[in-house]
């Protein structure tokens, strides 16, 4: 079946560096969410991504969806304690019956 | 608002037996979807229901199955329990149906531990 691999599976930051993860789809994707769970939590929905080359910021997270529109990226500006957690994204490769593939997400520690 | 709530929160179970897991979605929502949750494989569609129709189906055996209610409300089963069932199941609503550009919204899941 369709999967969308996700890298790093792990990233260790000192507080105050950047962090990156990124999401890879070998096929066109319809549109890509990305979701935060922290340690012991259920994911939370962050944004959602559906146009080529777009790119959105949260605060310190900007999110950027590929002109191809087969691959996306989170990034966290100088990383706080409270960004610990793991990162999903979830893509959908278009059709209303399809459904959200998750990734195997980056799990990000923050050493403070 | 209400989020979504899944019942119970923890379960111990013996291999062979079946458990019934509970979503009740948040209001208004009419689409409920069930992922698995392990350490290995992340998080694993299982199926997805909207109005009180299955809409789509991961690659799990017969023995996972669900339904949903007129009320949204949604239940999974599991048959003949084995010690690999043992993960954290998280039902997610949402307002639309599949990955139609509606963010999931997702319950603090159940964890299902099968000895």
């Known amino acids: 079946g369709q999967q969308v691999m996700q890298i790093p599976q792990y990233q260790h930051v000192q507080e105050g560096e950047d962090f990156t993860t990124y999401c890879n789809s070998s096929?066109?994707?319809?549109?890509i969410q990305w979701y935060k769970q922290r340690p012991g939590g259920h994911p939370v929905f962050l944004i959602q991504?559906?146009?080529?080359?777009e790119v959105k910021k949260q605060k310190r997270l900007t999110f950027q969806f590929g002109e191809a529109k087969k691959n996306s990226s989170l990034h966290i500006t100088a990383t706080q304690t409270t960004d610990v957690g793991t990162y999903f994204c979830?893509?959908?490769?278009?059709?209303?019956?399809?459904?959200?593939?998750f990734g195997k997400g980056t799990k990000l520690s923050v050493k403070p | 608002k209400a989020g979504v709530t899944q019942t119970p929160r923890y379960l111990i179970k013996t291999r062979g037996q079946q458990v019934t897991l509970s979503c009740s979605p948040i209001?208004?929502?009419?689409?409920v979807s069930w992922y698995q949750q392990t350490p290995g494989q992340g998080l694993q569609f299982l199926f997805e229901y909207f109005s009180e129709t299955q809409r789509n189906k991961g690659n799990f055996p017969g023995r996972f199955s669900g339904r949903q209610f007129s009320n949204s409300r949604s239940e999974m089963n599991v048959s003949t329990l084995e010690l690999g069932d043992s993960a954290l199941y998280l039902c997610a609503s949402s307002l639309r149906t599949g990955g139609a550009n509606s963010p999931l919204h997702f319950g603090n899941g159940t964890r299902l531990t099968v000895t």
């Open positions: 979830a893509v959908s490769y278009g059709g209303s019956q399809g459904n959200l593939i």
């Open positions: 096929t066109t994707l319809s549109n």
């Open positions: 991504l559906v146009k080529s080359g």
């Open positions: 209001s208004g929502h009419r689409s």
